[in-house]
């Protein structure tokens, strides 16, 4: 059968539980390939050197960000941000919408490796790609005219953050401010593509790491105390979303 998720801007068939890629989907593919791998091999250890360290409390340790910069840190940014931008790209087309998308995938693979290491989001990345993604989207409503899908992403990112900040407050060791920023951002980008996409996306990938912190407790890779990176799994789940809906 034929089904639109949230109008002409994203089509997808689906045939039994096979999910077919969107039209123009090798191209996408491609350019998602191509310009998200070199990119986040590029800017990744560039950001790294430039981010400002935050302000710990007494006890508290953590890598420098200067020292991720690293040959190894290029290599994983521009992979995750190359399979990231394949698969994108491959469930998109050549949609409005892909550039904003190849954009956060870029900006998630450096966010994604640096949280990974550091158990830190940087607002130094995540506040300009507010930005960045915003202009994005916008551009994407000019082209296409789906102006419903752009109101329904701001208000997607303002739920997103709104609810993310309540977990943060009532329960700040179970998520970060940084996890509170993340979902804003996310919520804008997976609100575009509609309200399945955007539950399925930004809280799945919360839960999923919520299960994976559970189980590092319980076989005592982990302690209570430490927390575990949500991040890596917000933006795994951002991604599941694009590709399961």
């Not at 916008?138 to 709104?162: D, Q």
């Not at 804003?184 to 399945?196: E, K, T, V």
Request: net charge positive; aromatic share 12%.
């Amino acid at each position: 059968g034929r089904r639109e998720d949230s109008g002409p801007a994203v089509v997808r068939h689906r045939l039994g539980s096979w999910i077919v890629p969107a039209d123009n989907a090798l191209l996408a593919a491609g350019a998602g390939v191509v310009f998200c791998g070199p990119a986040a091999y590029l800017i990744g250890p560039w950001l790294m050197r430039r981010i400002p360290e935050p302000s710990l409390e007494e006890g508290e340790t953590k890598i420098p960000y200067a020292d991720l910069a690293t040959p190894r840190a290029a290599y994983w940014c521009g992979l995750l941000a190359a399979v990231s931008g394949g698969l994108l790209g491959w469930m998109l087309g050549t949609t409005a919408v892909l550039v904003a998308w190849l954009l956060l995938a870029v900006a998630g693979a450096v966010l994604g490796y640096v949280d990974a290491r550091t158990r830190y989001l940087p607002s130094a990345i995540i506040w300009p790609s507010y930005l960045v993604i915003g202009l994005a989207l916008l551009g994407a409503a000019v082209v296409s005219g789906e102006w419903g899908s752009l109101r329904r992403a701001v208000l997607a990112g303002v739920i997103g953050f709104a609810v993310f900040y309540v977990l943060w407050f009532v329960f700040p060791r179970g998520a970060g401010f940084g996890d509170v920023r993340l979902s804003g951002l996310l919520g804008l980008a997976l609100g575009w593509l509609g309200w399945g996409e955007f539950v399925s996306g930004l809280y799945g990938g919360f839960f999923l790491g919520a299960i994976v912190g559970i189980a590092l407790i319980a076989t005592k890779v982990m302690t209570r105390k430490q927390m575990v990176p949500f991040g890596p799994f917000m933006l795994i789940g951002a991604l599941a979303g694009v590709v399961l809906g």
